[in-house]
């Protein structure tokens, strides 16, 4: 055994303790009441960095900070860029959590908080992974950058500001991204492709002011009405979406990766009751679950603000009605031009009498796909193998990480994405969780990582 993995195994229970310091921090970075949260977190994250033995520092601009670390100490060999995200999501609703959220609780072999999948504790591996070599005087078998903003969960572009302002701050050989997950309890995975986004805010105009419906009903236009109409309008019964040339450009996986899908331990049924938990699942009837969580483009309505919403009845024509809705894209559908397809058939689709407008919310992202053939994905795939025992399965997500396509398709940086937590992790939901054995197989699988990809010889760069 190196000594930086009996480290990591000696320091086992401190390595956790930490985590639970970082995660009592409520830096949710959707909410201004937190942004104190936020800039505290920011700071311990730095300060962190700089306790392990990277030069740590805040990164500051527009938006929440980001902290910032490097490790230069390895001349001509090569660098990993590591990225992860200090921010959380919002805890609500609180009395759907066991115990209380910024108070991290060990429980059945699983440590609960928010913030411990997603992403304090995926990231927190990479950091002692690094602490194993340098507290051991093990040099690092490549330079290492690290970066970790505070805006991916409310959608902020301070990370991308920072990678187009000054793009050679975070080019490397490789870059890292933890933020996927495992695919079953021991079985790691490496993501190969992400779904993009693209999310709007429709907003229906009626009548000048509230009205009474005694009054009025009948003759005033009622926005949640053309509201529905138009939302009932863009999927059929099969869940397809009906935007014309929506698809146009969607392309099926390959017909191997298909077939690999096929032999991964899903079960359809422990997922429609364990994680969806729904009386049962919908999609396009032609596509199996897995391609319709990794493959298939979707359209899904995320709240309609408006009106009366209080106990009790107001009869009211409400003024304006609204709805939040996202589109999730995948290879090779581009964001502007799926907003504009999305808008036009809007627009289409209002009834009269109304007024509508259709706005952007947040920021968009590409789809990525990854080339598994890459030196830094054999250096993964190694490196998980020979820590859990097990090849890593080869998936996709149908979730969206905006930071890759900066790295992968922008700066060109080979991007591993992969990660620690569970199906049942409960990300952005009550009873968040990091299963604690994974959280320190992680470790030991970065340790490895890091020494495969640097016998991999690649010249230096950055």
């Excluded at 490549?142 to 970066?147: A, D, E, F, H």
């Excluded at 991308?160 to 079953?184: H, N």
Aim: charged content about 25%; aromatic content about 8%.
């Amino acid at each position: 055994m190196t000594a930086p993995l009996a480290f990591a195994r000696a320091h086992a229970q401190e390595f956790e303790g930490d985590l639970c310091e970082w995660l009592r921090i409520p830096s949710i970075s959707t909410l201004s009441a937190h942004r104190s949260d936020v800039e505290r977190a920011a700071r311990w994250t730095a300060d962190h960095l700089r306790a392990i033995g990277l030069d740590g520092r805040l990164i500051a601009g527009e938006g929440h900070p980001l902290a910032y670390g490097e490790w230069r100490g390895a001349p001509g060999r090569p660098t990993v860029l590591a990225y992860g995200h200090y921010d959380v999501q919002p805890a609500d609703p609180l009395d759907l959590w066991t115990t209380p959220p910024f108070e991290p609780t060990r429980r059945g072999g699983s440590l609960y908080a928010r913030g411990a999948a997603d992403n304090k504790g995926q990231i927190f591996t990479f950091f002692k992974a690094v602490e194993s070599h340098l507290a051991t005087g093990t040099p690092l078998p490549v330079n290492v950058k690290v970066l970790v903003e505070g805006e991916e969960e409310c959608g902020g572009r301070a990370v991308e500001a920072y990678i187009r302002s000054d793009p050679d701050r975070v080019r490397a050989d490789a870059a890292l991204v933890l933020d996927s997950g495992m695919f079953a309890p021991g079985v790691p995975a490496i993501t190969l492709g992400l779904r993009g986004i693209v999310s709007a805010e429709v907003e229906v105009a009626g009548p000048a002011r509230d009205l009474h419906s005694g009054l009025y009903g009948g003759t005033a236009p009622n926005p949640f009405l053309a509201l529905a109409r138009i939302i009932a309008g863009l999927t059929d019964s099969q869940h397809r979406i009906l935007i014309p040339r929506f698809y146009d450009r969607v392309a099926l996986p390959e017909p191997a990766e298909r077939t690999a899908w096929t032999r991964l331990p899903f079960d359809e049924a422990k997922f429609s009751r364990d994680e969806v938990g729904g009386a049962g699942l919908v999609g396009e009837p032609e596509y199996t679950i897995l391609e319709r969580l990794w493959a298939r483009p979707t359209l899904d309505v995320h709240g309609m603000p408006g009106g009366f919403t209080g106990e009790g009845m107001k009869t009211v024509i409400p003024a304006r009605a609204s709805a939040k809705i996202s589109m999730r894209l995948v290879p090779h559908q581009e964001p502007e031009e799926i907003f504009d397809l999305f808008e036009g058939y809007v627009h289409r689709l209002a009834p009269p009498a109304v007024r509508l407008v259709v706005r952007p919310l947040m920021g968009s992202a590409a789809p990525v796909l990854i080339d598994p053939r890459l030196p830094a994905i054999e250096a993964a795939r190694d490196a998980l193998a020979e820590t859990f025992g097990r090849e890593a399965a080869l998936i996709r997500s149908g979730a969206t990480v905006p930071i890759v396509a900066d790295l992968a398709a922008r700066l060109g940086i080979p991007t591993v994405v992969t990660g620690w937590s569970l199906p049942d992790a409960g990300w952005h939901g009550p009873d968040e969780k990091l299963d604690l054995d994974h959280f320190h197989l992680g470790i030991e699988a970065l340790i490895r990582f890091l020494e495969r990809f640097a016998e991999s010889n690649i010249p230096q760069r950055r």
